[in-house]
């Protein structure tokens, strides 16, 4: 599920997580799919509230934990997955993921290891991780590129990883 390593992002504080994920909303364009992996707490609704921020929305983003998607409108959607409590993984057609992923919009899948064999062809995917000995706001940030369907905002993020 994974795909290449392409770095990590080490981010200090939630402030830190939520500029990345702005400047990562910011270069999204139609069609992309960002999976988001980690522990609860890791930080992955905090990664998707900056990447809607850089995407327009100035909504709170909250994790659809129950609904299991919330859409929010921007510069273009943002459908924002999180299949944490989904009862039976083949059951994603019920939630009308087929109809967003690789649409008009941006699709952001927390907890996308539990449905890798739904997943499109290209996709990124930040493994985030708490790093407790550095502190308790300290997250390392794996990104994974996994198709080609993402080149520039691959090549973006590789020029931006020396600035954080």
């Not at 930080?43 to 327009?56: D, F, Q, S």
Request: net charge negative; proline share 3%; hydrophobic share 35%.
């Amino acid at each position: 599920m994974k795909g290449n390593h392409i770095c990590k992002i080490v981010t200090r504080n939630k402030e830190e997580t939520l500029d990345f994920g702005m400047y990562i909303g910011s270069l999204t364009k139609p069609g992309y799919t960002i999976c988001l992996t980690g522990d609860l707490g890791s930080g992955k609704t905090v990664l998707t509230g900056g990447i809607a921020r850089g995407m327009g929305i100035n909504e709170e983003i909250t994790s659809p934990t129950f609904t299991l998607l919330n859409i929010y409108e921007g510069r273009i959607p943002l459908y924002h997955f999180d299949v944490y409590r989904l009862e039976n993984r083949d059951m994603v057609q019920d939630i009308g993921f087929y109809d967003y992923v690789d649409g008009d919009g941006v699709s952001v899948i927390e907890w996308a290891n539990l449905i890798p064999h739904v997943l499109p062809d290209s996709y990124i995917l930040f493994d985030i991780t708490r790093d407790f000995q550095a502190g308790d706001d300290f997250r390392s940030i794996d990104i994974y590129e996994k198709g080609t369907g993402m080149a520039e905002l691959i090549e973006a993020i590789k020029n931006r990883r020396n600035t954080i």
